[in-house]
């Protein structure tokens, strides 16, 4: 995508846009209500009269805006030769349906999205500490969850466009656009545990900035998740090129609240974030080598 020559100012851009949309509307505390007549039951505040905006500030909550998580959102630091940090940002945009996405849509055009994400490796080791790629995936795409039970497991399914481009000129330009569709399967094995398996299968529509891609990537990301309800999650996600070259991404996280020594700071909100990526591609500026191993751990707010 040429027309991305700022890629720090766009992320920059972004980050505002999700702390906007995340940050809500600020609450004054509600004033405390009369007790109650003997005989007489408690009258129930409406959310309106509870949820009332700072008169000093224009603020929106994120119900009005029709905004949601899309991919996991996480900021974790590692190393291996250099020390380095990965984060993520990534939003969905449903301009005609609900904000919850697991209500469904009367019409077809209710469950449209417009989603962006935004994955970047920053060397905190090298002078200046630049950042070593940015990827920028705009997509649209029609989502329904839950359709119904389908081999066994609860079936879903997501399909569109997806861009993705690293904003930078010359030589290191890359850039590809893709058709994709995603089902998924979701299969409980007892009350505590669950695995999911979410292959993206897609086609490249233009690739000619690296017209070899598929030799590294393939046609398939295969997902598979183990879950324990309100507990452990463990997403590694699989790539093999064409030229039977590959890639394996670990993603695990485990809540802040069920950490003993976390919980009695008070520390309630996010993940424990490990990451483990091995394998070529790592970002679509090196997608064609195989860069060292690398381990992080951080902060995972959207699992």
């Not at 007549?37 to 000093?56: F, I, M």
């Not at 993520?88 to 996405?101: C, E, I, N, V, Y």
């Not at 452990?232 to 020594?261: C, M, N, Q, W």
């Amino acid at each position: 995508m040429h027309a991305m020559r700022k890629p720090t100012q766009i992320g920059w851009s972004v980050l505002v846009m999700v702390v906007l949309a995340l940050a809500g509307r600020a609450a004054e505390p509600p004033p405390e209500a009369p007790a109650p007549a003997a005989g007489e039951a408690a009258a129930v505040a409406p959310a309106a009269a509870v949820a009332r905006s700072d008169p000093g500030s224009f603020q929106t909550q994120t119900t009005e805006l029709g905004i949601s998580p899309n991919e996991p959102v996480y900021f974790s630091i590692g190393f291996n030769e250099k020390v380095n940090a990965k984060f993520q940002l990534s939003l969905k945009f449903r301009p005609f349906g609900a904000t919850d996405d697991s209500i469904k849509g009367e019409h077809v055009w209710n469950d449209l999205y417009l989603a962006y994400t935004q994955t970047s490796i920053w060397d905190l080791e090298s002078e200046s500490k630049p950042f070593f790629d940015t990827s920028y995936r705009p997509s649209i795409f029609y989502q329904r969850r839950d359709i119904g039970e389908l081999f066994g497991g609860r079936f879903s399914l997501r399909g569109g466009f997806e861009h993705e481009s690293n904003g930078k000129g010359g030589a290191d330009s890359r850039s590809i656009n893709i058709l994709f569709i995603r089902p998924s399967w979701w299969w409980e094995i007892d009350r505590r545990w669950a695995v999911a398996f979410s292959p993206k299968a897609y086609t490249y529509l233009e690739k000619s900035e690296n017209p070899d891609i598929a030799e590294y990537r393939g046609y398939v990301d295969w997902q598979v998740t183990l879950a324990q309800n309100k507990g452990i999650r463990l997403t590694t996600t699989f790539r093999v090129g064409t030229e039977g070259h590959s890639s394996v991404l670990a993603d695990f996280s485990y809540p802040f609240e069920d950490i003993t020594p976390l919980r009695a700071i008070g520390l309630q909100h996010g993940y424990l974030h490990i990451q483990y990526f091995n394998g070529y591609g790592e970002t679509i500026l090196a997608y064609d080598r195989q860069l060292p191993w690398q381990l992080r751990v951080g902060l995972m707010i959207v699992r």
